[in-house]
């Protein structure tokens, strides 16, 4: 069975091009362009998400409040912070929040899928075996 990812950016641009990307890699992926969208699409599909990848720098719900609200409904779910702001206080933010990992854009695609893969192991040891 694929990895199942959900990636909340909203630039939508961003969005559509890595969602694109990381479906002709095998994943299964759907993409949402805020935090609210993201928690209802967890909602209304608890089963559908194994990682989810999401932007810090969102209006209205941002990523850290989005983050929190994640971790405290699916606490089984690992995240990947992204921006395109980089600061160690957001890393700190995050990683205090229960994020698996923090990486900053520009983002290689190997590196994205080297960190989903390694956030998938981390839930599903003996995975990639």
């Known amino acids: 069975m694929p990895i199942r990812l959900l990636v909340v950016d909203d630039e939508v641009d961003f969005l559509e091009s890595i ?77 205090e929040l229960g994020a698996f990992d923090y990486l900053i854009k520009p983002i290689r695609l190997d590196t994205i899928l080297e960190r989903i893969e390694a956030a998938y192991s981390s839930r599903h040891p003996g995975s990639g075996d």
């Open 19 to 95: 969602v694109m990307r990381i479906k002709l890699r095998g994943f299964e992926t759907h993409g949402v362009t805020s935090g609210t969208a993201a928690l209802e699409h967890l909602e209304a599909n608890p089963d559908s998400t194994d990682i989810v990848m999401l932007d810090i720098k969102m209006p209205g719900m941002d990523g850290l409040e989005t983050l929190r609200q994640i971790k405290t409904s699916f606490p089984e779910l690992e995240v990947i912070v992204v921006t395109g702001h980089g600061s160690q206080e957001y890393n700190r933010l995050g990683r």
